[in-house]
């Protein structure tokens, strides 16, 4: 069974940065499309950025694009989620997911694709 555990979030100011980090232990990623969630309150889930097995492609949501970087470490055991230029509405509790290559190639935003997700983290842009 994969877990995943995010960490990295917390209180920045308008204008800054974060990274996420989605780990997984004793399993390598390469094998699973990894995908950022988010979930700010009284909203649905939102699909943020999603890296393909081995991360060759990426895809994100055009209320991210040239702000939020998808990447994974030469490891396989982790995927970051490099965030700058944050602004008040990223404000949410974020979460990484996880499906197997043999489920979904390529890259999705569409959670009820994926079968793994971690607990998730706050994020909170504010001054």
């Known amino acids: 069974q994969l877990q995943l555990v995010e960490s990295g979030g917390g209180l920045v100011q308008p204008g800054g940065s974060l990274t996420l980090s989605c780990a997984a232990s004793?399993?390598?990623?390469?094998?699973?499309?990894i995908a950022w969630f988010r979930q700010a309150p009284g909203k649905e889930r939102e699909g943020v950025s999603c890296s393909s097995a081995y991360g060759s492609t990426t895809n994100y949501a055009d209320s991210v694009k040239g702000r939020f970087t998808i990447s994974r470490d030469n490891a396989g055991n982790t995927v970051y989620l490099q965030m700058n230029s944050l602004k008040p509405e990223d404000t949410a509790v974020y979460y990484c997911?996880?499906?197997?290559?043999?489920?979904?190639?390529?890259?999705?935003?569409?959670?009820?694709?994926?079968?793994?997700w971690g607990q998730g983290t706050q994020v909170t842009v504010s001054s």
């Open positions: 997911a996880a499906v197997h290559i043999t489920r979904v190639v390529g890259t999705t935003l569409r959670s009820e694709d994926y079968d793994y």
């Open positions: 004793g399993v390598t990623l390469d094998y699973y499309a």
